[in-house]
């Protein structure tokens, strides 16, 4: 996916009239998606790019990047604005463990995942489809963004905002 194709994959009311804000990007990766959210975020605004391996460096203003194991790992940063999970959310294997430790940070989810059913080893080990998505949310407001065909043959993408 291209920067472009990212920020059009997140477009959503909430990012396009934020005010200055504070953003975690649990499994940054390259920073695709942090990239993206920064496009939407206006200047003083701060991203926590946090992944195990993540890149070194990542364009975009106010992005401070975390090397840390997100499930397991304490954060680095108190209570923010909102969290993008983007393709990462399925490498969670607890999920309401780790579901509960976001609800102390923030209320306002952006997830990024592959909507299949069946796990595909080493890349999507607890997999997220749309219908668990709305199971593990049960008391929370969720919003189908955009859907897209994934680049891998397994099925689609699709992001979802999820809010109080």
Same mark, same amino acid.
């Given at each position: 996916m291209?920067?472009s194709?990212? @920020?059009q994959?997140i477009? /959503?009311?909430i990012?396009? +009239?934020? &005010?200055? #804000?504070?953003?975690?990007?649990l =499994?940054c990766?390259?920073?695709?998606f ?5 496009h ?11 992944d +195990? $391996?993540?890149? *070194?460096?990542? &364009? =975009?203003h106010g @992005?401070e @990047?975390?090397?840390?194991? %997100?499930?397991f790992d304490?954060?680095p %940063?108190?209570?923010?604005? =909102?969290?993008?999970?983007?393709n990462?959310? +399925?490498?969670?294997?607890?999920k &309401?463990? %780790?579901?509960?430790?976001? $609800?102390?940070? /923030? #209320? *306002?989810?952006?997830?990024i995942?592959?909507d @299949?059913?069946?796990?595909?080893p080493t890349?999507?080990p607890? &997999? ?5 998505? *709305? *199971?593990c %949310?049960?008391?929370k407001?969720i $919003? $189908? ?10 099925g ?5 905002l999820i809010?109080?």
């Open positions: 291209q920067l194709e990212a @920020i994959f477009q /959503c009311d990012l396009q +009239h934020a &005010p200055v #804000s504070k953003w975690a990007d =499994g990766g390259s920073g695709l942090s990239m993206a959210l920064a939407y975020l206006p200047e003083g605004s701060t991203i926590y790019a946090v +195990h $391996k993540p890149a *070194t460096r990542i &364009p =975009g @992005i @990047i975390f090397e840390l194991d %997100f499930v304490p954060f %940063f108190g209570a923010v604005d =909102g969290i993008l999970m983007a990462s959310l +399925h490498y969670v294997k607890d &309401p463990a %780790f579901l509960q430790k976001l $609800k102390r940070y /923030c #209320s *306002t989810l952006l997830v995942e592959y @299949i059913e069946k796990p595909v890349w999507v607890y &997999p997220v489809s749309y219908s668990k998505l *709305t *199971t %949310f049960p008391d407001q $919003k $189908k963004l955009r859907e897209r065909p994934s680049a891998y043959g397994q689609n993408m699709y992001a979802a809010s109080s």
